[in-house]
Structures are given as C-alpha cells and as structure tokens.
C-alpha cells in the first residue's frame, strides 16, 4: 500500500521499458494488477479486528510495511507481529535495526523460540512496555488474542508460514467473542 507499492510500480514500469515495452503500455498493464500474496493480506475480521499478513522479514521491508499500515488506519493500534524467520535474522545481524523498524505499531509480540539461537531481552527491553517476546505459536495466537480489541490492525509478519499463527489467532478471536460477545466493543 502507498509509497511502496509506488515505488514497486514505478520500476515495473522502469524494468519493462527497458526491455523495450512502451511505457503506455507498461501502466496499462499495472491498471489490472491486483497484486500479490502476503503483501498486506487481509486474512480475516473478527469484531472489528483485522488480521493482516505480510512477507515483511528484514528491518527495512517491516519498516516499510508498518508505516504504510500506520497511514491506512490512522491512530487507531497497530499490533505488529514478528517471526525472526530469515537466516539474517536468526543469526542476530540485523538486532539493532528490528525495534526501530518497528516505531510505528503500538504493541510488538516478537517469536522468540528456544532455538532461535540469541536472547531477544535486549530488543524487547528496547522496545519498552510496548514489546513482548513469545516463546511459542499457540501461546502467540492467545495474547495476541487477549491483548486485541475492535478497531485495531494484528500485522503478522514472517516470511514462513509461521505455523499457521493467522488461523489460530482468527480462531482464538471467535472464540473469545463467541464467549463473551460485549468484551472489547468499542
């Protein structure tokens, strides 16, 4: 959405005229483009909570990522949701970049499990109050559920499945409304 997209489109259309598409015919091209998975995918909606998934895995393409959603959905809370899944990020190389890239959302749950081979307590200390460590998918799924409330954006970023973290999290929320349909209203 917004500036990347942008970005994304304007060297499609760089990229085809180069190899000799007319640039006309490069944007009417991009005028069906509906684009693709895992990019801002609205997964699901459950009481006014939106879950979105997105291929974001490095700080840069979180950044990006956050902030475009910050510009959609205003002040309403941004819940980020982080699978440190790519060998760079497993390794620790990018530590020091993850809790900037992560300014724009209002509640941080990154997945720290056992193997993940680094201690997250530095960047959840980073990122204050706001930030959670979470040692295990279904364990994810019940605070992200807990912690949610209508009218917020749940952003899961992972470039993985992240163990089916988006279905157990749209099932923990029916299931909490399905209980107790007042909770979080408003």
Do not use: C
Not at 77 to 103: F, K, Q, Y
């Amino acid at each position: 959405m917004g500036a990347h997209n942008m970005e994304n489109a304007l060297a499609a259309i760089a990229a085809a005229h180069h190899a000799g598409v007319p640039v006309a015919t490069a944007i009417e091209a991009l005028r069906s483009f509906q684009g693709i998975a895992r990019r801002m995918q609205l997964r699901g909606e459950v009481h006014g909570i939106r879950v979105y998934d997105d291929f974001a895995h490095h700080p840069t393409a979180i950044a990006t990522t956050v902030d475009g959603l910050r510009r959609r959905v205003g002040r309403n809370r941004i819940l980020a949701v982080l699978e440190l899944r790519s060998n760079t990020m497993r390794m620790g190389v990018h530590n020091d970049l993850i809790a900037p890239s992560l300014a724009a959302a209002d509640e941080v749950f990154i997945f720290a499990p056992s193997d993940l081979g680094w201690d997250t307590a530095p960047l959840i200390r980073q990122l204050g109050a706001r930030g959670h460590a979470v040692a295990t998918v279904d364990a994810m799924a019940a605070k992200v559920s807990a912690a949610s409330a209508a009218g917020d954006s749940v952003l899961v970023m992972s470039n993985g499945g992240f163990g089916g973290l988006h279905e157990k999290l749209l099932t923990a929320l029916r299931q909490r409304f399905a209980n107790d349909p007042a909770r979080n209203a408003t």
